[in-house]
């Protein structure tokens, strides 16, 4: 199957720092992609859907000052915390689109986890 | 409000038992309903899939049972091995767009 990855697996900043984070469809071109959070042993909530060329599209209660989303190529979507805080921390994953296929299918990224010191 | 409702929690099978995992929904709207299952620091992965038009989807060891009148699936995993522990979320497709999951069961295979 197709594959998305994501960088930093992990990552470990200070309160007040901003972290950004990508996501990368690697064998396929995503128009859009998709950015979820996972609190521990907790479902998955989608937090925006980034389009390529366009502004993401954020949930109700999602700060789109906060969460940055930045879809710039057809294969690169990155997620910038702003001001991290301790609440943020987080498992964040995001998910693309191939078009190519049935418009269901979506393909997971490996997550990033995020703590905030 | 939850748009998709799973259970149980928590599930221990003994190998080579049966794991059953169910899931409801309230919208009709609903146009897939896909199984993802996660590994401890992974992403989710796609397991088996369902369109609502079809009442039962099998995929060697992993069987989606649908009733749409109820508005119910179920994913049930025959001849569980240790190696299906992980968790399991059911999902919901709106609009071919919006993913909206269930809450995830941990399932423990027991040796």
């Known amino acids: 199957g197709a594959v998305v990855s994501q960088h930093p697996s992990w990552v470990i900043c200070k309160s007040g720092t901003s972290v950004k984070i990508e996501c990368r469809s690697l064998?396929?071109?995503?128009?859009?992609m998709f950015w979820y959070r996972q609190f521990p042993k907790q479902s998955l909530m989608l937090m925006a859907t980034?389009?390529?060329?366009?502004?993401?599209?954020?949930e109700q209660g999602v700060e789109k000052d906060k969460f940055l989303i930045n879809h710039a190529s057809l294969t690169l979507s990155t997620l910038t915390v702003t001001s991290a805080h301790p609440e943020d921390s987080s498992f964040y994953i995001c998910?693309?689109?191939?078009?190519?296929?049935?418009?269901?299918?979506?393909?997971f990224g490996p997550g990033t986890r995020l703590l905030v010191l | 409000q939850q748009q998709v409702k799973q259970s149980p929690q928590s599930l221990i099978v003994q190998k080579g038992g049966i794991s059953i995992i169910n899931c409801a929904y309230e919208?009709?709207?609903?146009?897939?309903f896909p199984w993802y299952q996660q590994f401890p620091g992974k992403g989710p992965a796609l397991l088996i899939a369902?369109?609502?038009?079809?009442s039962e989807k099998k995929e060697g060891r992993f069987t989606i049972s649908f009733n749409k009148s109820a508005k119910q699936f179920s994913l049930h995993i025959m001849d569980s091995q240790p190696g299906d522990s992980a968790t399991y979320f059911c999902?919901?497709?709106?609009?071919?767009?919006?993913?909206?999951f269930g809450s995830g069961t941990k399932l423990n295979v027991k040796p």
């Open positions: 919208n009709t709207a609903f146009d897939y």
């Open positions: 999902a919901a497709l709106y609009n071919f767009n919006k993913f909206y």
């Open positions: 369902i369109r609502p038009d079809v």
């Open positions: 998910s693309a689109r191939d078009p190519g296929l049935a418009t269901e299918t979506q393909y």
């Open positions: 064998d396929f071109q995503a128009t859009t």
């Open positions: 980034s389009n390529e060329g366009s502004k993401a599209t954020y």
